[in-house]
């Protein structure tokens, strides 16, 4: 089954065209804030490479996050104008589960992080069963690296562009129970990755239709408030400040009074 994959989610871009589980041809590249310049580029590079056409595919597969928002956009956009004209069968992959592919087969946990905004991170953690059946053990989530680490027992392997900015505060929440990959290529989101989970929900029948979104994963804008506060809850935020106001205000009435004395 050949198929054309993408992968948008984050500043790292890939691209590739599998048959099976064989990759034609693949293209990764830096593209922070130029996807939209640099996809379609880049399939056709491939498919100039592979001397194959859109209509010589059987399937489309993509990256749907969570992630960079514009890429995610920009990924699933150009993927779904290719499924508008060829009518092929598409997948949805999350970043998260098809990072989890880097590292097929492992016998030991798997949490792939990625950045998010704000200081935060994005991370699941997976279990591999068997070559190809993959255990979800922590659906995607979004918080702080000290978040993340508290999730976290027993050995794990964290990677990812998440990991390697954070992995000071992250280790400093989970003491000595975690592991690290020294893959320098499992670090980053792939396309080939991306593709060989689709292959899977493409033989089941996991097929995704024109109404697909991106997967954001997101905290509460009041959970965020909440913490960035200190842990003061929004009601005593108000009272607090018509206490500071009633207090500046009486005290500028008795400086008055005194001027008028």
């Known amino acids: 089954m050949k198929i054309l994959a993408v992968e948008t989610a984050t500043p790292w871009q890939s691209v590739a065209i599998l048959d099976g589980k064989r990759v034609l041809a693949r293209c990764d590249q830096a593209a922070a804030g130029s996807h939209a310049r640099l996809l379609l580029p880049a399939i056709h590079r491939l498919f100039s490479e592979t001397g194959l056409t859109p209509a010589r595919l059987d399937g489309l597969v993509v990256s749907i996050g969570p992630g960079s928002f514009t890429g ?40 792939p992080v990625l950045n998010s905004r704000r200081g935060e991170l994005y991370w699941g953690l ?14 995607e989530q979004v918080g702080t690296p000290n978040m993340l680490g508290k999730q976290l027992s027993g050995p794990v392997i964290l990677f990812g562009e998440g990991w390697e900015k954070e ?13 690290v990959t020294g893959s320098t290529e499992a670090m980053k989101p792939s396309a080939v990755s991306i593709g060989l989970a689709g292959l899977m929900r493409l ?43 009633l207090k500046n205000r009486m005290a500028l009435a008795a400086a008055r009074t005194r001027q008028k004395q």
């Open 203 to 245: 033989a089941r029948g996991e097929g995704v239709g024109l109404g697909i979104g991106p997967l954001y994963i997101q905290r509460p804008e009041a959970e965020l408030q909440y913490e960035q506060s200190g842990g003061v809850s929004p009601v005593a935020r108000r009272k607090e400040k018509v206490a500071r106001k």
């Open 126 to 139: 997976f279990q591999w069963t068997g070559d190809d059946c993959l255990e979800r053990l922590i659906p």
């Open 167 to 179: 992995q000071t505060a992250i280790k400093a929440a989970t003491g000595d129970s975690v592991m």
């Open 72 to 111: 995610l956009r920009v990924g699933l956009s150009t993927v779904l104008g290719f499924r508008t004209i060829t009518q092929l069968p598409l997948a949805a992959v999350p970043t998260l589960e098809g990072m989890a592919w880097n590292l097929r087969g492992s016998p030991t946990p798997l949490c």
